[in-house]
């Protein structure tokens, strides 16, 4: 595992100026702050003082001279020493016009109440413009808009209008949140106070028009209060911020945990109407956060659970594609199925003990079977038989993560089963889980105290388990640029593209770009058909049975608008297809543009059709992607995806990561196919990533038997203009 490099510190004066007046202010300022504390722009006065935030605050509201029995000021140039963090609880119009009263006050960071901007259409996007300018005019760092605040409960700091700050306590502890979501920031801290789980510091980053995650993230990797930071993400903003404070991260031992939405079509809805955000291809982000050691949780809960397991803890030795199992100590059977059979659902082996290590349970007294699960249940609960079958399957070499399942008496005698968990798991050179099955809250505090990973369900248990086992750190760096060569081939072919004046390159300037990069192509001819009569000739010297296929950048489908034909024995039976495809081509799509007709030898032989395919996605960057050609691809998601470029080696970790491939793997002794040459072939198109003309492409290789190769035989490019790296609201 290559470990990533320390990124250098944040020295400039006005970073550090910044991040000290975000979470250590000198002096706040409440602007707009409401003279009720029980509305949203009220709370966080009433909250400042209910923590103890020892430094002044200054409520300012030009309608009262007291606000909630405080004295309030007029304005910010009426205060009477310097602010050097200002929370803005105003409307959306009256905040552009305080942010530039902060800006003139010289106030460090603004936090911003409002929405109304990015989120709410062209209107809104035009507001966050002129929010920003008003920042950026004046040295002024933003949080927001559309930010609850922030908290750092190490010091009372309870800058935000969550009703969450209710709680008569904030329990201070190593984990830092950063949310997109205001709400799910308050979420976050309830559930996990609830459960004697504390936290550093947390932040609703809103609409991120200035401030982003990643930003905040990079700042604070080296907060001595923070040991891991736990991300709820609706979109991945600034990706370059964000690669950067995961590097740092983690080589500073400080894992993330990302809780990302998006998933299904209805999440990616409900986050574009929640933050204004574009939200890109779910399985580009995924690919992102998986490249740059980002842990992603697919429970809400798993994100505050999971920490404790991996504290202190780099990525395990080997995973779960490189056999990594799980052992299980069990007080309940049923309990212990409940995990079990979700970790089967997820790809995670959970293994029965050796013989020797059954021996040695045996000779400190534990009678257990040999099956898939230690089960004491027929011992009884006690706790030197949980102790000594949980330390000696700690130490057991088949395992790397045991999880602990217990039944009644974690809610009423913690100490029989729930305590030697806590006591075996010090020195261990493993983590452990424990899932326990009733309710059982002071149970679940015992362990958070102790810095055991407890969970509260088996859904979340079983996430948190193979999460764990699927991290990775940082990636090594991506593959190879193209070389001087390539980069000559491939504008060649595109400035024939772009001399034609359109966006797609047809079929033909498509495959001669992909030969270029490296990616072996099928040998093709181009027939002109300036009609359908006798002006139609075949070429000469043709290998047939050939396939024939109409050349128009203007047609991205040609097989439904019947531009292609397969299988043609001989010239006259090419003249006679190519005339009828013409026809058709020119019925159905009679405004588009027929360059030609593309003659290609039918190719003999294959495997298997893949799909290979390009794209600069709009949040993450190039990614490239792997999957079975046809239809079946798209309808079970069975894909692999990377940020490109990719090197072969990673390329064959696609190849054996896409289930559909078993058929050239060699599956039940099915014939292997070119796997390597596959490989060559994804890493030649990944470098696409070094011509920014290029949005996106596409190629069906054929896979031939191994050591026969691959040949694409068709392809798809597209040009465009290089995506922003941040949205243009910035």
């Not at 020493?81 to 409307?91: R, T």
């Not at 930010?147 to 306590?169: F, K």
């Not at 740059?292 to 030795?317: K, M, N, Q, S």
């Not at 019925?587 to 600069?616: C, F, N, T, W």
Request: hydrophobic fraction near 50%; glycine fraction near 12%.
């Amino acid at each position: 595992m290559t470990k990533a490099a320390v990124a250098p510190p944040l020295v400039a004066a006005s970073t550090a100026a910044w991040v000290r007046a975000l979470f250590a202010p000198s002096a706040v300022a409440l602007v707009g702050v409401s003279n009720d504390g029980a509305r949203l722009a009220g709370g966080p006065l009433r909250y400042l003082r209910r923590h103890g935030f020892t430094g002044p605050v200054y409520p300012v509201n030009a309608r009262y001279p007291a606000v909630q029995g405080e004295p309030a000021f007029r304005g910010l140039a009426s205060l009477p020493g310097p602010v050097d963090h200002a929370y803005i609880l105003l409307n959306t119009d009256d905040a552009i016009s305080a942010v530039e009263a902060c800006a003139a006050a010289g106030v460090k960071v603004a936090t911003i109440l409002a929405g109304g901007f990015a989120e709410a259409g062209a209107e809104g996007v035009a507001k966050q413009r002129r929010l920003l300018a008003a920042a950026r005019a004046g040295g002024l760092r933003l949080v927001g808009p559309n930010s609850l605040g922030l908290v750092n409960l190490h010091t009372g700091l309870a800058l935000s209008a969550t009703p969450a700050m209710l709680a008569e306590r904030l329990i201070p502890g190593r984990l830092m949140v950063l949310s997109q979501s205001g709400s799910m920031m308050g979420t976050l801290l309830s559930r996990g106070q609830e459960r004697g789980i504390g936290f550093s510091k947390a932040v609703s980053v809103g609409n991120e028009a200035d401030l982003t995650m990643g930003e905040i993230g990079e700042a604070f990797a080296d907060d001595p209060d923070t040991a891991a930071f736990l991300l709820f993400m609706e979109t991945i903003r600034d990706a370059n911020a964000m690669a950067r404070f995961a590097a740092r991260a983690h080589a500073l031992g400080k894992p993330i945990v990302a809780f990302k939405l998006g998933r299904s079509e209805a999440g990616q809805e409900m986050a574009v109407s929640h933050t204004g955000a574009l939200v890109g291809s779910d399985r580009a982000a995924d690919a992102f956060l998986r490249h740059h050691g980002i842990i992603r949780v697919d429970h809400l809960e798993t994100l505050f659970e999971l920490p404790a397991l991996i504290a202190g803890r780099g990525p395990p030795r080997r995973g779960r594609r490189e056999g990594a199992a799980v052992g299980v100590v069990t007080t309940t059977g049923g309990g212990a199925a409940l995990v079990v059979d979700r970790l089967g659902t997820l790809g995670v082996e959970t293994r029965a003990p050796s013989r020797e290590t059954l021996d040695r349970l045996a000779a400190r007294g534990v009678a257990a079977q040999a099956g898939r699960v230690l089960d004491l249940t027929m011992a009884g609960t006690r706790y030197d038989a949980m102790r000594a079958a949980l330390e000696t399957v700690l130490a057991a070499p088949e395992f790397d993560l045991v999880l602990s399942v217990v039944g009644s008496s974690a809610q009423f005698r913690p100490e029989l089963a729930v305590r030697p968990i806590a006591d075996s798991a010090a020195g261990a050179d493993k983590p452990i889980a424990a899932f326990l099955a009733p309710s059982a809250g002071e149970s679940l505090r015992m362990l958070a105290e102790a810095g055991i990973a407890g969970f509260r369900t088996p859904e979340s248990c079983a996430d948190a388990i193979a999460a764990y086992l699927d991290w990775r750190g940082p990636a090594a760096p991506v593959g190879p640029a193209l070389t001087e060569a390539e980069i000559a081939g491939a504008r060649a072919a595109l400035a024939e593209a772009a001399a034609d004046g359109g966006r797609r390159l047809n079929e033909r300037q498509a495959l001669a770009l992909f030969a270029a990069l490296g990616v072996p192509c099928a040998a093709s001819v181009v027939m002109a058909v300036p009609g359908t009569g006798g002006d139609v000739v075949s070429p000469a010297d043709l290998s047939y049975p050939v396939a024939a296929k109409i050349l128009s950048r203007d047609i991205a489908h040609k097989t439904e608008a019947g531009g292609v034909a397969l299988g043609l024995g001989g010239p006259d039976e090419l003249v006679a297809a190519v005339r009828r495809m013409v026809e058709a081509v020119r019925h159905r799509h009679p405004g588009a543009r027929i360059e030609g007709v593309l003659v290609q030898r039918m190719e003999r032989g294959g495997l298997a059709e893949v799909l290979l395919g390009y794209h600069r996605d709009p949040h993450v960057g190039p990614v490239v992607t792997l999957a079975m050609g046809g239809v079946l691809a798209e309808i079970l998601g069975d894909v692999a995806v990377r940020l490109a470029p990719v090197s072969e080696e990673t390329a064959r970790a696609m190849v054996e990561e896409v289930a559909g491939l078993a058929v050239i793997r060699g599956y039940r002794d099915l014939p292997r196919g070119d796997v390597a040459a596959l490989a060559v072939a994804i890493a030649a198109l990944s470098r696409l990533a070094g011509l920014p003309a290029v949005t996106e492409a596409e190629i069906n290789p054929i896979v031939r038997r191994e050591g026969e190769g691959v040949v694409a035989v068709d392809g798809l490019a597209v040009l465009g203009g290089t995506p922003p790296d941040r949205e243009e609201t910035r």
